[in-house]
């Protein structure tokens, strides 16, 4: 009985075909100008299937077109339900600005989606005419650029300014001096507009523009001479002034004395340096030999003194008389018996 039911609400679901995912819901995308965009839309099971679906488009107040009897499209336009059938969204290639307004995918139901295309709007300077400097042999890059880097202008131009007119040099180079130096550096972001211009001569100075439908940019490039292309005039004004000797000689002196200066100043640092390593190696060797007399004098001093000392130590003798107790008249004593002599030193 189970079973009978399962099989019941499948009949009952595919019967009804493709119900929508967003239905009656409006969406949101914004796309850029030369890219792309994908229109969402699918059935919410995946085992649907749409019997039939149309895509729509209005735009500017018209009345609803369908996209595909639209010759505007042409080439642009791509399905995914080729290969997922329950996938019914749109994919719009090389976005214009014409593309921009509200599609419906329609089926039983249907979904909105409000589709923003936003264009190239060139960046604007403050200056009228923008000044750039490039030097010659080089390369330059004059600035353009839109606002929105991701947007595509559908038209891009470079002029140049020459026998008073303005002449392309990109994407037509119809100058020939300009041919095979010119590209833009738009590789990363499409609205990266710059203009690169390799091997710069001093012919290349001028005005250029950047034109993008309505809009554009002006610059004025200025080319430089770089000093390596300045040294030949250099020696050339130098030759040709042999036949005025007084401007010769102040021409040659400047050269010169940068180089010659630092020579005589590191010869006179030499010789002084070394005349004082000398003086203190004299000095040294002065002080430690007068040193060494001065020790010798000083102790030949000490030994005499101390010979000196010894002569003039003399040894006196002193008599001490020795009082014995009184003895009788009738006896005699020597006096030689009782006499003792003490050594005495005394230092002159």
Known sequence: MRDHLYLFFFMIQFSTGCILSDERQT?????????????????????????????????????????????????????????????????????????????????????????????????????????VTGYA?????????????????????????????????????????????????????????????????????????????????????????????????IHTSISLSTLQPSHQTQELEPPQQPHQTPQYVFILLGVILSVLLLALLAFIYWRCRGGRNVKMVTRDEEELNREQDNQDDVTYSAVVHVKTAATPAHIESDPAEHTEYAPIKVRR
């Not at 390596?228 to 005039?233: A, C, L, Q, V, Y």
Request: hydrophobic share 30%; charged share 25%.
């Open 27 to 131: 969406i949101e995308i914004t796309g850029y100008t030369g890219g792309s965009v994908v229109l969402p839309c699918s059935c919410a099971h995946p085992q649907s299937t749409a019997i039939t679906f149309t895509w729509r488009f209005q735009h500017s107040g018209r009345g609803w077109i369908k996209v595909f009897e639209d010759e505007e499209y042409s080439g642009r336009r791509v399905l995914f339900n080729e290969s997922s059938p329950q996938n019914l969204s749109l994919l719009i290639s090389d976005l214009r600005k014409e593309d921009q307004g509200y599609y419906m995918c329609k089926t039983e139901q249907y979904t909105s989606i409000h589709l923003t295309v936003k264009g190239c709007d060139l960046v604007q300077s403050t200056e009228k005419l923008i000044a």
């Open 137 to 233: 042999g080089e390369s330059v890059v004059l600035p353009c650029s839109c606002s929105e880097l991701l947007a595509k202008p559908e038209q891009i131009r470079w002029m140049y300014f020459v026998e008073k007119t303005y002449k392309e040099i990109y994407p037509n180079e119809k100058i020939e001096k300009h041919k095979n130096r010119v590209k833009l550096l738009n590789q990363t972001s499409p609205g990266n507009l710059s203009l690169h211009i390799s091997a710069l001569t001093a012919e290349d100075e001028g005005d250029y523009y950047c034109s993008v439908s309505s809009q554009t940019v002006s610059y004025r490039l200025r080319v430089e001479v770089t000093l390596r292309t300045e040294k030949p005039h």
